[in-house]
């Protein structure tokens, strides 16, 4: 009997694989946008519920091996189990090893998270994962896999931009998550914030862009990471600088150093957010209300764009290899999404 061709077999096995990886079709932008309010934050009934993780390893995941144009056809040990299915014990571990990858990702090293802060990240990975599959279309509650539909026509743009600016891309797609979930307001909040990016006005025109045009995304996109760029020259490239600089983009840069100034002179402590966190009873209101949540969510956004398979997504790879949209798509457009 003639032995089979071991080469063919493995041809015909990848090839099978990667026409398994459909594209996928974009949802439009929701047309009955809600009123802006940060309504998948877990509740404080979840946050004091919420038990320490068990012990956990710093192992990374198996290596990914990737198709044409990105598309993943091996995607290591936690391919088999979406996250809500894996125990809780299964949960953290998967947790420590994204959010460890997603600091190297942003950052020119890694990061050995404590279970405190894992903790907080695994509260948003969490909120986002019940959310996959809602048909939901409520602002900050609507069906995940809208948003990373939207997520893919905006991600080359964005790509481009933080590239050219030698600033990590996945800074700019998960602060994006965070701020907006990929919706590009028109009207101005509270804060007079707007646009995809949620810049106020004197400072979109500080970075050379009209406050009239800040839902210009080919025009706002470069402006962001040149803002990115300003705050790791300032804060650092370590991850916990850039943590920094994340949280900056949500609190003002001065109050970020003011923060750090009163938690670090009572001693001789980590020079990271999560001091901040861990200290967060001498810090003010704004702080404790909504800018101890920013960098958790960043870090819980960017380990489901990053690992759509294990949440069940339809996006079928990671954010961060989206580099080709269709133009013609209108929320690709330069005005594309719905104001508030």
């Known amino acids: 009997m ?7 077999i493995l041809t015909f096995l990848l090839l099978t694989c990667a026409s398994a990886c459909s594209s996928v079709t974009p949802d439009p932008a929701p047309q009955d946008r809600l009123a802006h309010a940060n309504d998948d934050a877990p509740s404080a009934e979840a946050e004091t519920q919420a038990t320490a993780p068990p012990a956990f390893t710093s192992e990374l995941p198996l290596p990914l091996t990737t198709g044409l144009q990105g598309q993943f056809i091996g995607v290591g040990v936690d391919a088999p189990n979406l996250y809500l299915e894996m125990t ?49 279309r409520a602002t900050w509650g609507e069906d995940l896999n809208y ?19 030698r600033v990590p891309p996945a800074i700019g797609l998960y602060l994006v998550a965070v701020e907006t979930e990929f919706t590009n307001f028109q009207q101005e909040n509270f804060a007079g914030a707007a646009g995809l990016f949620q810049f106020i006005g004197p400072t979109a025109e500080a970075y050379g862009v009209p406050r009239r045009e800040r839902t210009n995304v080919q025009k706002m996109a470069p402006a962001a990471a040149h803002y990115i760029s300003d705050r790791i020259a300032e804060f650092g490239t370590d991850p916990m600088s850039i943590a920094l600089g994340i949280a900056g983009y949500n609190r003002s840069p001065d109050s970020v150093r003011r923060d750090l100034r009163s938690v670090m002179s009572s001693g001789n402590k980590e020079r990271s957010f ?15 209300g909504e800018n101890v949540k920013y960098v958790p969510k960043y870090f819980a956004a960017a380990i489901v764009g990053e690992t759509p398979w294990a949440f069940g997504l339809e996006m079928k790879q990671a954010l961060s290899t989206c580099i080709e949209t269709d133009e013609r798509s209108p929320v690709a457009t330069t005005d594309g999404g719905r104001g508030r």
């Not at 003639?2 to 063919?8: E, F, I, V």
């Not at 990373?148 to 590239?163: K, L």
């Open 274 to 288: 999560w001091t901040l966190v861990a200290n967060s009873d001498k810090l003010d209101r704004y702080f404790r």
């Open 147 to 165: 948003v990373f539909a939207r997520a893919q026509h905006y991600a080359p743009v964005i790509i481009r931009s933080f590239n050219e600016r």
């Open 2 to 8: 003639r032995r089979p061709d071991t080469l063919a």
């Open 88 to 136: 809780k014990a299964k949960q953290y571990e998967f947790v420590e090893r994204r959010a460890y990858h997603v600091s190297r990702m942003i950052s020119s090293g890694s990061y050995e998270f404590n279970e405190d802060s894992l903790r907080h990240i695994k509260l948003y990975v969490d909120a986002y994962a019940h959310r996959v599959g809602n048909r939901s």
